[in-house]
């Protein structure tokens, strides 16, 4: 039921996420802030009802979590209001056959997988020590090699605490891998992304590609994603980050936080802005949020074929198409990419010579 070996073997099982029903922001009290964000749930709505509908035309099983249609913000709440289950990839990942746990997340995305498969192997990382704690966006399965980067503090010896904690957990499952640490300072799925044996989209030269994936294609897009979104990610910043935040009606930063998204941000996004978050549905077809014409010579050049999945509040909901999705089986087996690394478990492929980037 689990089966995850690598980014671009058919996917047939899938779970993507979910958001609260429009119903939900009927307590907040700022009609404008309301309006706003009620406006952003329902075009995110129809575009994951459109991912839906792509997925499952393609093959797909899709499990999505249940939300309770009745739950509204209280009128009376203490810190930030839960983020929406909309982020599966967040805190979840399936490594070759097994399900794993690397942090807390919104109860139904648990309550959704245990009914995918009740039976299944789960491993849970130490989510209350988060000097060993690894996020799971931060991890890249290719074959026989994974790659990960550890960035909670950099004073940690990662390496090896991660080996040591999926060896305690793995057994004799640890063989079945070799382990790369990386210093990108965040998400690997927001900085680059393997979409087929011998190619890769990135945005920064982020690690040595000539040493982690020597003699693969690589795609550099410099200046996108992130880099062309930097001043609404400082804003967001200087009203917590939070989609929404209890008690903050009357916050003129707020209110204009939220007006600005869509007035300024939503139509730059769905025209400028290029997102490596894809989605790959095999070796030729993959799921991207927006038209580049350099990507799309890239997948051209390596038969692939681009599927425009529009999803255009991605910055306000900080996820990607593949962070608001989670591969759960993939057609096919392990396969060593990189034979001529041998049987080494570790490898520390920090790159000294490149900062670290900011943490997406």
Known sequence: MYNVWCKWQPLKNVMLGSLYDVSFYENIKNKRIKDA????????QQELDYFEKVLKDF????????????????NEVTGIIPRPPLQPRDAQLVIGDTLYYTNLDHPSIAKALYKYNPHAQILYTDIKDKSKNTWAPSITVVGKDVYYDSYVDEKIKNHQV?????HNQLHEGVKKF???????????????????????????KA????????????????????????????????????WWVPGEEDNDDFRWFVEHWLKDWVGYVEESVFDVNVVVL????????????EVFDFLKKHKMEPIIVPWRHRYFWDG?????????????????YF????????FDDTNKDTPRLRMY
């Open 282 to 293: 095999d070796e030729h077809h993959v799921c991207v949020s927006s038209y580049n014409k």
């Open 37 to 44: 964000l009620v406006k952003i749930t329902e075009e995110s």
């Open 59 to 74: 093959g797909c099983d899709v499990i999505r979590p249940i939300l309770d249609k009745n739950e509204r913000i209280p």
């Open 178 to 204: 070799r382990w790369h640490q990386l210093t990108i300072g965040g998400h690997n799925d927001a900085v680059f992304h393997t979409i087929k044996p011998g190619a890769i989209l990135s945005l920064k």
């Open 339 to 346: 034979p001529e690394r041998g049987d080494t478990l570790l």
């Open 207 to 242: 690690q040595n590609y000539q040493k982690t994936f020597p003699g693969w294609d690589i795609l550099y897009l410099e200046g996108q994603s992130w880099d062309k979104v930097s001043e609404f990610i400082k804003f967001k910043k200087m009203v917590r980050g939070s």
């Open 320 to 336: 990607g198409l593949h962070c608001i999705t989670l591969d759960l089986y993939r057609e096919g087996n392990q396969i060593d």
């Open 162 to 166: 991660f080996y040591d904690l999926q």
